[in-house]
């Protein structure tokens, strides 16, 4: 895809971007989950169902409260900065007029999803009564990108940047589908995430044209060397420490026994996935690189190797 073939998403913009088209969303005071448990897996731990059940529903409004600190952090100093870089044309990688547009769009659409995820703290803590535990000043990705782009030649430290934006972006995409379609939830969470899809859609598709656009012209040599990189970024992408540090600290928060505590935080630190084809993220990460043509070059099909459906189950160790 070369730059000249960039056809701009602006009416569709215009006419379903969730700034534009949808209403406040508002939490109700019903018995539905405030948040799934699968993406708490604390709360089916043997020990929590057996000795602080009745914490259940604590342990989940923190876990929302986590998920919306991600998500202003994510949308915020994450993808607006790339995506607004772009649209003021202070990228190293020039994009014609029609990208830049796009990419303030996604500027507006990210700060807009932010604000609405404060707003629905906001409304959760006046629900509940329950105020937010220490929440982290950074996410996985906080760490990921700036580590990947320092392993770059300075001529290619935009282009692995966009590329890390464009893989979170198209992973985040496909995480929040399966976040909306979750029917234990409130309905109010399962619009908000249905909301977020409709726009996120968009984006993964624009953030895997830019990338076309730019690997389709790139060297070979630099080719080479971006692919060397994104084995050592999708491992720190996909670490969980900031998680696991969070879900400890949550524990601490329980009204419960210091023995029962440790317990708890054994059976957490035992939750582990493996960073290969068989993580549940990889998959979607590896569909990016499809799309977005990467993985038509050898040099990225040779670095992703441990990723790649065909290898994972005999090798099993990440590269």
């Keep these: 895809m070369n730059a000249k073939d960039y056809v701009s998403f602006a ?19 019903d018995t539905k989950l405030i948040y799934p448990l699968s993406r708490q897996p604390l709360v089916l731990s043997d020990t929590f169902t057996r000795e602080c059940a009745h914490l259940r529903d604590f342990a989940l409004v923190q876990s929302l409260y986590k998920f919306i600190n991600d998500v202003v952090i994510f949308e915020t100093e994450i993808v607006d900065k790339t995506a607004r870089s772009i649209a003021k044309n202070r990228f190293t990688i020039r994009f014609p007029f029609a990208c830049r547009y796009d990419a303030m769009t996604v500027v507006v659409d990210e700060d807009y999803h932010a604000l609405v995820a404060m707003d ?20 996985e990705l906080s760490r990921a990108i700036p580590g990947a782009v320092a392993l770059a030649p300075a001529h290619l430290r935009s ?6 934006v464009a893989i979170a972006e198209n992973t985040v995409t496909h995480d929040v ?4 379609k979750d029917e234990s939830v409130k309905q109010s969470i399962k619009g908000l995430m249905a909301d977020h899809l409709l726009d996120e859609g968009r984006h993964s598709g624009f953030w895997s044209r830019l990338v076309r656009i730019y690997w389709s012209s790139a060297p070979e040599s630099d080719r080479e060397c971006i692919a060397q ?3 050592m970024f999708i491992r720190q992408y996909l670490t969980n420490d900031i998680q696991k540090g ?17 317990q708890l935080k054994d059976e957490a630190l035992a939750v582990t996935f493996p960073i290969n084809s068989h993580h549940p993220l990889v998959g979607n ?33 990440p590269l």
């Design 229 to 231: 990189i994104m084995p």
């Design 246 to 262: 969070f879900d400890y600290d949550l524990i601490d928060h329980l009204q419960i026994a210091g023995t029962i505590k440790q």
């Design 285 to 317: 990460i590896v569909r990016f690189f499809n799309t977005s043509s990467m993985l038509e070059s050898a040099c990225v099909r040779r670095a992703l190797t441990n990723y790649l459906p065909s290898h994972s189950s005999s090798r099993g160790q």
């Design 120 to 139: 629905f703290l906001q409304q959760t803590i006046a629900l509940t009564g329950i105020e937010p535990i220490e929440l982290p000043d950074e996410i």
């Design 11 to 29: 009416d569709a913009w215009e006419s379903r971007a969730t700034i534009r088209t949808r209403p406040r969303r508002m939490v109700e005071n």
């Design 177 to 180: 589908a399966a976040f909306a």
């Design 159 to 164: 282009a692995v940047e966009l590329i890390c």
